[in-house]
């Protein structure tokens, strides 16, 4: 028990050693990184003493040659005076305060303070860097702006070569833009004085008029021979051009009055005009971007001219193909009424064949108007005719399917026609098949001939009175009809048959038991089966008749029936 007690009282030891340990290494931490602070502010503060003010100064003071600049030396005197003896100060004084509080392990107080010394020490930074640039302002003024001035008299030079090489571009305004050169020679000995004088104040003023001159001479060295080509020759040419080709299209009844030519070449000949007043005072400003605004303007009028001749060509064209289709269309549609009433006293019209009729003549009717709407814009120059051809080519597309239906509507008309004489036709092919059916019976005679038989016959005969009798209605109704003579027809088609085959089954059973007669004194099987036969043969079943015969013999002579079709085809 006393040595379990004994190994817990260590393990407390042991963690309070660590937790102090801990805590000591922590302090330690915290007590570096303030001092690593604090260095980092000393060197701040060491930087801004270290700020040539003071060297600058100097150089002012030499200078000084008016009472302007010498108020302004002992102003900046008075603020570095300032910044030296009392903010400095200040600041080391604070900055043994935060050290004094770091040894004394007092880190929290430590860390405001140091925060607090951080921004005194940035506005102290600002305050001396403001003042030196002021100072630099003077002591840096010669040096800079002559090397700027160095720069503008290179430029000026070159302007200088530029125009005389090409004086004769510049037209009238040589003289204009020479003495704008003797202004700004002017200058440069403006800038000499002032320099000579230390008048920085005053220079700043020069050198900033001479970089506006330069700048503006450049522009206009640069810009006034293409301005004045233009101005001169290229944009009156091409007015002129646009002029007379916009007066033979006029001519010629072009729809042209929503372009405003006449207006807008006016009004680009009164601004040209302006900038031509501009150029004698050397005022380029937007000039170029204006007359080269005119320049696109005229080229497109002259694509938009070109756009209006092929556009009349093409609406020219389609207008006159619409017409003639529309034309003939009026024609066929105003026919089919006029002989409605005759078409009707024919042939029972169906409601559907009516609306479609209907239908197309009232699309018909808007088509017409919408054309004829076209015609006047065109008479009314309305619309140009790049707008009149999309009109009529839209119009044209659509009309087309008007000319499919009607196409289906003369179809249907048509066809009414066309079953009727196919009716009469087959009226008479029908009525020949049953005259050759008869035939057949009379130059074949049958002991008997079967009820059923008769019954086709009956209904062939029907079928045919009933397309007779569909004929000679007024109206006639075309779909009935055509069911009568497919009727008819059907019926007809089956009697043909039956004949056939009856006369050709009767024949073979005929021409089988005179063949099986010789073997009856052979043969009382065959003997009797062909009695049987003989008696179903004039019974009129001469199918079954045949059957019995061929069977009777096949005792006999196996390959009968193959035998009697051959000797049936030979008799035909």
């Known amino acids: ?239 002129k051009e646009v002029r007379d080709t916009y007066e033979k299209l006029a001519a010629k009844d072009y729809p042209l009055d929503h372009m405003k030519v006449p207006y807008n070449l006016n009004q680009i000949e009164n601004k040209v005009g302006d900038i031509k007043t501009r150029i004698k005072i050397l005022n380029l400003e937007d000039s170029m971007f204006e007359l080269k605004t005119f320049l696109d303007y005229l080229d497109n009028l002259f694509t938009d001219f070109e756009i209006e001749k092929k556009s009349k060509k093409l609406f020219d064209e389609t207008a006159r193909n619409f017409k003639s289709k529309l034309q003939k269309v009026n024609r066929i549609v105003t026919d089919i009424y006029n002989q409605l009433d005759d078409i009707k006293s024919m042939y029972n019209l169906e409601s559907e064949d009516l609306s479609d009729l209907e239908q197309i003549n009232k699309e018909l009717y808007k088509v017409n108007n919408d054309f004829n709407d076209i015609i006047k814009e065109l008479k009314n120059k309305t619309f140009p005719y790049s707008k009149l051809k999309d009109k009529i080519m839209s119009l044209s597309s659509n009309f087309g399917q008007i000319e499919d239906n009607l196409n289906l509507c003369l179809k249907s008309l048509g066809s009414m026609h066309d079953d009727e004489m196919r009716a009469r036709e087959q009226l008479d092919e029908i009525t020949e098949l049953l005259k050759k059916c008869r035939a057949k019976i009379r130059h074949n005679p049958l002991p008997i001939i079967s009820n059923n038989y008769f019954v086709e016959l009956s209904e062939a005969n029907d079928a045919i009175y009933e397309i007779v009798k569909e004929l000679e209605k007024t109206p006639i109704t075309i779909k009935t009809l055509n069911i009568r003579v497919d009727t008819a027809r059907d019926l007809s088609l089956k009697l043909y048959s039956t004949t056939n085959e009856m006369i050709k089954t009767a024949k073979l059973s005929e021409m089988t038991i005179m063949y099986g007669n010789r073997y009856k004194p052979i043969d009382k099987d065959i003997e009797q089966g062909l009695d049987v036969a003989s008696q179903l043969f004039f019974k009129g079943n001469y199918k079954k008749s045949l059957e019995t015969a061929i069977a009777a013999i096949n005792i006999i002579e196996p390959d009968i029936h193959k035998k009697m079709l051959h000797l049936y085809k030979e008799d035909k």
């Not at 980092?40 to 003010?53: C, D, G, M, S, W």
């Not at 009392?86 to 303070?113: C, G, H, P, Q």
């Not at 840096?140 to 008299?153: A, F, G, P, Q, W």
């Not at 008048?199 to 206009?220: F, Q, R, S, W």
């Open 1 to 239: 028990m006393d040595i379990k007690k004994l190994y817990i009282i260590g393990i407390v030891v042991v963690i309070l050693i660590i937790c102090v340990v801990c805590f000591i290494i922590f302090k330690q931490k915290k007590y570096k990184g303030l001092r690593e602070k604090l260095e980092e502010l000393e060197r701040q503060r060491n930087l801004i003493v270290a700020t040539p003010v003071m060297t600058e100064l100097d150089k002012v003071k030499v200078i000084i040659n008016n009472s302007e600049l010498e108020k302004k030396y002992a102003d900046w005197q008075k603020r570095y005076e300032i910044i030296k003896n009392e903010r400095y100060s200040d600041i080391t004084d604070k900055l043994l305060e935060v050290d004094n509080l770091i040894e004394d392990k007092e880190y929290s107080d430590a860390k405001e303070a140091i925060v607090n010394l951080e921004m005194e020490i940035y506005k102290l930074r600002v305050s001396t860097d403001n003042l030196l640039d002021e100072i630099r302002e003077v002591t840096m003024s010669e040096e800079r702006n002559r090397t700027i001035v160095t720069k503008l008299k290179s430029r000026f030079r070159e302007l200088e070569r530029t125009l005389d090489n090409n004086r004769a571009a510049y037209g009238d305004v040589i003289n204009n833009i020479e003495l704008q050169f003797e202004n700004i020679e002017k200058k440069f000995t403006d800038f000499e004085e002032v320099m000579e004088k230390n008048e920085y104040e005053e220079v700043v003023g020069v050198v900033k008029v001479l970089d506006e001159m330069i700048a503006h001479m450049g522009v206009v060295i640069e810009e006034l021979p293409d301005v004045i080509l233009l101005t001169d020759k290229i944009l009156p040419n091409r007015i």
